[in-house]
């Protein structure tokens, strides 16, 4: 624990934005930092987690304990709706409190001396998690980096992919696409060169496709789109930026029963015992939720959600452009990725926050490769992000 | 995870209890295992989770993230009903989407070398976890113990009291009160004396306190009743059996301020990163439950529900006792432990399994000192308890 470097980045983030406000009593705050969803869930959704919530009062209405793997149903929808032509089964689905929480269940069934990579920049809870479980190493000064971490740099140069023949062999490699904080997509070729590297490794690749909702060209929404991935990868996702969910809490892993660790035993045993034993169920009343999302009604309703988001993406993504700095991500994801040249990216969080009252992501906070970058996230209500439009364009103009 | 033993013991016994059905299609199975509530929630509570929900369709009433540690009001409201006069403060509680979640989530805050004790008998989680953490050492099937956990027997000698005179030092002590499975809950003289054995021996005592709101006697309902426990304890609890939200998941820890490792820095700090890295807070329909099980109305509604379940374990109990068996439990905990001498327990299960119908849990499960003893839970249906009585009186009389 003692290695963990400063305060976890986004509770960080908030601390600002307090200490903030606290400064500017007066000031309206735009939040477009921690990719928090505004927009109200549809009421489809909601009904029927009322209407499970309200039949708990009843004697045929009553449910106790699930399955902890989660309710068979709901992971059948997952199997079925999301994994549709992948050959992914219902029993293959582990339903979850969380993206998050999963990470580090997932951290749980690895043994205590695995090796990690990580995309660098990356979502802070990979490298955070694999502190406290004792794999990351001393944190370096100097490089910004934990010394047993191996950091995939993905940046515009290499079309946000890492240069695979460069990056040392792990057990572990955590891959998240879309990517967050960068916003980008990896294609259908780039993730058969990921898995045909991760098989030609022995390492296990723990895929987030937690923005895979919001990919709007070809670009894979599962890792198991690519042939042969079974056999060596984890799938994490969540309903939270799918359906507004970031506080009712339902995710899900996959674990499919082709992954075998090398003494031939399948993970997905481990996984099983580590679900049963150290969780007890996503929350009945959220699954309840998440099987309307996976309705056909409740699929389109979520969707159109997602279209708002996006067209606040569009926004912020045009407003830097119109500034002429360099933009990326965006159109398969909730978050926009841009280029501040020659900056230190906590300066420019200080310099928006302090000028415009909008909370931003300092993209060094993702990993040292992040620094000169700003994530901006695309959840808000579409009068903050014209608003904040407005502010950053008077401010950088 | 290769040197946990079987299968974990609750998946288990509903494996067998599935086995049975297939078997006996007829038969009315009646469930007195696994510790699950059967009665609705009352009205107040589910209409609370309801309105919670529905809400969340609008743009008032929708909200993305809370805390990771909980909503404050909730935080409150807990120290301030639950630990009354105690002085546990609400930044000191962390709200958690379950008991059994939390007793991971504290794995991971203890290094990966600390000594661990447990009641024996104890609920499974505490040495499952302890041997998915690397904890435990070898298990000796001789003894049917685990090499490098300290087993601190419970039984009618001792007064389910650890002879703590013959206890080995331990950096971790998990401790159940009221106890699952002998339903046996301590006095505040030997909490006392726990509570002064940690001190001696630095050690940090996690006291479990999941099932407090069954206690009839002046039994403490929280360690923090003990004057100095602040220093030495931490607490998990839950609203599963106090509220029946076995399905809705909400939980909560404690963990005081003034807990402190032995170079002086405060424990809460290192668990407040754990929860922000490794979890992302409960569930906000469950908190919006939590918060009306705790305002008078829902507290007193809560309360009907219990006494429901201690006049199941009182039929229960005296069933055992008219078939002159010695009977323990039952007046502050929803379990009733009974002792079948010279009986391996496994056999007992499947006698009452096969000739009764009745699902129950054999006590070795939790320990070896739970050897020659059966776990019966009170939460059940009146009619199904009745009805299970009936049997239990005419296969042993």
């Known amino acids: 624990m003692e290695n963990l470097r400063n305060g976890y980045l986004f509770p960080?983030?908030?601390?600002?934005?307090?200490?903030h406000t606290q400064k500017h009593p007066d000031a309206r705050l735009i939040r477009l930092g921690i990719g928090d969803t505004t927009e109200p869930i549809p009421d489809i959704i909601t009904s029927?987690?009322?209407?499970?919530?309200?039949?708990?009062?009843?004697?045929?209405?009553?449910?106790?304990?699930?399955?902890?793997?989660?309710n068979m149903a709901l992971r059948v929808a997952i199997a079925e709706t999301l994994y549709r032509n992948m050959g992914i089964k219902g029993n293959e689905v582990f339903v979850s409190d969380g993206a998050q929480c999963d990470i580090s269940r997932l951290q749980m069934l690895l043994g205590s001396d695995v090796t990690v990579a990580v995309q660098d920049p990356s979502?802070?809870?990979?490298?955070?998690?694999?502190?406290?479980?004792?794999?990351?190493?001393?944190?370096?000064?100097?490089?910004?980096?934990?010394?047993?971490?191996?950091?995939?740099?993905?940046?515009?140069?290499?079309?946000?992919f890492p240069n695979l023949s460069i990056t040392r062999k792990t057990d572990v490699i955590f891959f998240c696409s879309p990517n967050n904080p960068t916003g980008n997509a990896a294609t259908?070729?780039?993730?058969?060169?990921?898995?045909?590297f991760a098989k030609a490794n022995g390492s296990i690749i723990i895929y987030d496709s937690s923005y895979a909702a919001f990919i709007s060209d070809e670009s894979p929404r599962s890792i198991y789109e690519i042939p042969g991935a079974?056999?060596?990868?984890?799938e994490v996702s969540s309903f939270s930026k799918f359906a507004g969910f970031t506080g009712v809490r339902l995710g899900w892993t996959v674990v499919p029963e082709e992954l075998k660790y090398t003494n031939g035993f399948p993970v997905i045993k481990d996984y099983d015992r580590i679900v049963c034993t150290c969780f007890n169920g996503a929350p009945s009343i959220s699954q309840a939720g998440?099987?309307?999302?996976?309705?056909?009604q409740g699929y389109e309703a979520t969707t159109a959600v997602i279209a708002y988001y996006k067209e606040n993406a569009k926004i912020i993504a045009d407003t830097f452009r119109s500034l002429a700095l360099k933009v990326y991500g965006g159109e398969n994801a909730p978050y926009i990725w841009v280029h501040f040249p020659g900056q230190k990216s906590w300066d420019v969080f200080n310099e928006i926050l302090a000028?415009?009252?909008?909370?931003?992501?300092?993209?060094?906070?993702?990993?040292?490769?992040?620094?000169?970058?700003?994530?901006?996230?695309?959840?808000?209500?579409?009068?903050n992000i014209l608003e904040a439009s407005r502010r950053l364009k008077s401010l950088y103009k």
């Open 12 to 19: 960080e983030i908030s601390k600002r934005a307090f200490d």
């Open 230 to 234: 079974k056999e060596v990868a984890i």
């Open 188 to 196: 259908k070729l780039q993730l058969q060169r990921l898995v045909e």
């Open 290 to 296: 998440g099987l309307a999302c996976l309705s056909p």
């Open 355 to 383: 000028k415009t009252h909008i909370v931003t992501i300092p993209g060094s906070g993702f990993g040292p490769a992040g620094e000169e970058y700003m994530r901006f996230s695309a959840f808000g209500r579409r009068e």
């Open 48 to 70: 029927a987690m009322a209407e499970y919530a309200k039949a708990l009062s009843t004697i045929e209405g009553y449910n106790g304990y699930g399955d902890e793997q989660g």
């Open 123 to 160: 979502f802070p809870a990979y490298i955070d998690s694999s502190v406290i479980f004792g794999r990351a190493g001393k944190f370096e000064e100097e490089t910004g980096k934990y010394g047993n971490i191996v950091y995939m740099k993905c940046s515009p140069e290499n079309k946000f």
